[in-house]
């Protein structure tokens, strides 16, 4: 079992930065990849993007240049830093781990608003 938990969400205006954490706690050990979602009021959950254990990353188009994505294997947290925010990048965010079996935390509210 793997327990995923989330912080570093809240308001910020737009062109803002804030920078979200994933903190994984469990079987660690067994973590391959990780990654950042996001659902915006309405909308779909949606991939933001992912990190290897070897620290591989890929980010959807939507996000390329704004954020990135990095991980702390002796902390055994994930990180998102979230540049340039756009209001559209208003949602709930999410970190997920694979096992392979799929993790989910509980989600960090992101508002971006003047």
């Known amino acids: 079992q793997v327990q995923l938990v989330e912080s570093g969400g809240g308001l910020v205006q737009p062109g803002g930065s804030l920078r979200l954490s994933c903190a994984a706690s469990g079987s660690i050990f067994s973590i391959k990849h990780m990654g950042w979602y996001r659902r915006a009021p309405g909308k779909e959950r949606e991939l933001v993007g992912t990190?290897?254990?070897?620290?591989?990353?890929n980010y959807a188009d939507f996000v390329k240049g704004r954020f990135s994505i990095s991980r702390d294997n002796a902390k055994n947290t994930m990180y998102l830093q979230m540049n340039s925010l756009k209001p559209e990048d208003t949602a709930v965010y999410y970190c997920k781990a694979i096992t392979p079996r799929v993790y989910w935390g509980q989600g960090t509210q992101v508002t971006v608003s003047s």
């Open positions: 990190i290897t254990l070897g620290g591989t990353t």
